[in-house]
C-alpha cells in the first residue's frame, strides 16, 4: 500500500519555476514507477513525466527541457521541477505511482494523490 501527498503548487506568472513534490508512505516505495499527471478544466488528465524504479525518465514532448521528473528514495519522494510554465499548463498535478513504467505509461495506476493546483497566469 502507498499513500501519496501532493505539495508545492501555487499562483505564478508564465515564465516562472515552480516544484512540485509528492511525499509517499511505504516502506517499498524505491521499487515503485512513479509519474505525475496533470488535468486541465475540461480535459482528459494526461502524463507528464516518469521515473522508473532506477531512475530512467520520460517525458510528455511538450515539457521536454523544461520539466524534470527526480527522486530521492532516502527521502520517500518524487519531484517535479517545473521551468518556464506557459498560461496553458493550468492544471490539477497529480502523483501516481505503480509497480513499473509501463503501466505508469498506460495510466493503469493502483495510486493516486490527492492532486495540487498550478495556475499560471499571462
Known amino acids: 500500500q502507498v499513500q501519496l501527498v501532493e505539495s508545492g503548487g501555487g499562483l505564478v506568472q508564465a515564465g516562472a519555476s515552480l516544484r512540485l513534490s509528492c511525499s509517499a508512505s511505504?516502506?517499498?516505495?524505491?521499487?515503485?514507477?512513479m509519474g505525475w499527471f496533470r488535468q486541465a478544466p475540461g480535459k482528459e488528465r494526461e502524463l507528464v513525466a516518469a521515473i522508473s524504479s532506477g531512475g530512467s525518465t520520460n517525458y510528455a514532448d511538450s515539457v521536454k527541457g523544461r520539466f524534470t521528473i527526480s527522486r530521492d528514495n532516502a527521502k520517500i519522494t518524487v519531484y517535479l521541477q517545473m521551468n518556464n510554465l506557459k498560461p496553458e499548463e493550468t492544471a490539477v498535478y497529480y502523483c501516481a505511482a505503480d509497480t513499473t513504467l509501463r503501466r505508469v505509461h498506460a495510466g493503469a495506476i493502483n495510486y493516486w494523490g490527492e492532486g495540487t493546483q498550478v495556475t499560471v497566469a499571462t
Open positions: 511505504g516502506r517499498t516505495f524505491s521499487v515503485y514507477a
